[in-house]
């Protein structure tokens, strides 16, 4: 006997396209390569579902200008970096593409919002929280 799977039920899964996110995590770090960037976890909103995708954004030059893209889309200055705890929470959309085996989608480019702007000074540093704001 066959297993018992359907093979009809097969679904292309979520097509690419434009859709909006939210920042989950973001946090700088140096690459296996050596290389320094920023990795964002986000929560990426399709009309089936929601799902996290992880992008990585590599400080190289010829790369910068995908975080040049997220600073127009989530609106902060892309020439005076903030700290990138602050980008937990902010919410924009990009445009997604099917990673390179056709499997999952990944970021294509972020999509400016001029009327964006990001609250730079939200910012508390983990050492500033106060005792009692701690849950345990």
Do not use: H, W
């Amino acid at each position: 006997m066959g297993m018992s799977y359907d093979p009809k039920a097969k679904t292309g899964g979520i097509p690419p396209g434009d859709y909006p996110f939210k920042v989950l995590q973001s946090m700088e770090q140096t690459y296996g390569t050596g290389n320094n960037g920023l990795t964002l976890v986000m929560e990426v909103y399709a009309p089936a579902r929601s799902f996290e995708v992880t992008e990585r954004l590599v400080y190289v030059p010829k790369a910068l200008f995908k975080m040049e893209q997220l600073a127009k889309c989530l609106g902060f200055d892309y020439d005076n970096p903030p700290d990138p705890r602050i980008l937990v929470g902010a919410k924009g959309v990009a445009t997604f593409r099917k990673d390179r085996e056709n499997r999952f989608l990944e970021v294509d480019g972020f999509i400016a919002n001029p009327n964006a702007r990001l609250e730079t000074s939200k910012s508390t540093p983990v050492s500033e929280v106060a005792e009692e704001e701690v849950p345990f």
